[in-house]
């Protein structure tokens, strides 16, 4: 089955500078990646998603990017805030396939 | 929460007890999800369903169960063969696929 790796466990960034969070993926016929962030005690809620007939997607100050050659895809934070401290999960997956997470990034945003 | 609903939100189990966990959606969702979070742990399958009726083991499905009666309820029954059921337990639906996961707030359970 899929295999998703994260890297780092764990980044720690001064408030606006931008974090990057890197995953890789083991199927090549994987065809959809969200990120999710999880703040301590609560569920994890998807922040943005991209399907593998894209490079790029962004929403404001998050941005994915996929490099299907590589089978990576990677989560950019621009202008950190406080509030983005939190665990952030990738996961990958195909067609009706269940998702396959990564053991998650814990982001840490330094005022 | 989001249409899919969890309870109770915290639950305290003694040794050698059966307890089942609630996940409801209206969201018209087929599939579902439960996983088991532990702390500062990832995200690991217990059982899911993609179908009323139907339900496939996870990577750690011993010691649990789960039914499928109706395509709104997807229960957990956390049994006394659970060794160490101490966790934070999600529950998910899903859209279709290619689609993420709307996860219910959790369930947080103790063995006291």
């Known amino acids: 089955g899929e295999n998703v790796e994260q890297h780092p466990s764990t980044l720690s960034v001064q408030e606006g500078d931008s974090a990057v969070i890197k995953c890789t993926y083991s199927d090549s016929a994987s065809n959809y990646f969200p990120w999710y962030k999880q703040e301590l005690g609560k569920r994890p809620q998807l922040i943005i998603d991209?399907?593998?007939?894209?490079g790029e997607k962004k929403d404001q100050r998050i941005a994915v990017t996929l490099n299907k050659t590589a089978k990576h895809f990677s989560l950019h934070i621009t202008e950190t805030q406080p509030e983005d401290s939190a665990v952030y999960f990738c996961a990958a997956s195909k067609g009706n396939n269940r998702l396959a997470f990564g053991k998650g990034n814990q982001v840490v945003v330094i005022p | 929460d989001g249409g899919i609903t969890q309870s109770p939100k915290y639950l305290f189990r003694k040794e050698g007890q059966n307890v089942t966990l609630s996940c409801e959606q209206n969201?018209?969702?087929?599939?579902m999800y439960w996983y088991r979070q532990d702390p500062g742990q990832g995200l690991r399958l217990i059982y899911y369903s993609q179908i009323v009726n139907d339900f496939q083991k996870g990577d750690i499905a011993e010691g649990y169960s789960v039914s499928r009666e109706k395509k709104e309820s997807f229960p957990l029954t956390v049994t006394s063969a659970q060794k160490n059921p101490t966790a934070f337990y999600l529950c998910a639906s899903r859209r279709q696929p290619n689609y993420g996961y709307t996860f219910g707030s959790g369930t947080r359970l103790t063995v006291v």
């Open positions: 969201l018209n969702h087929d599939a």
């Open positions: 991209i399907r593998s007939n894209v």
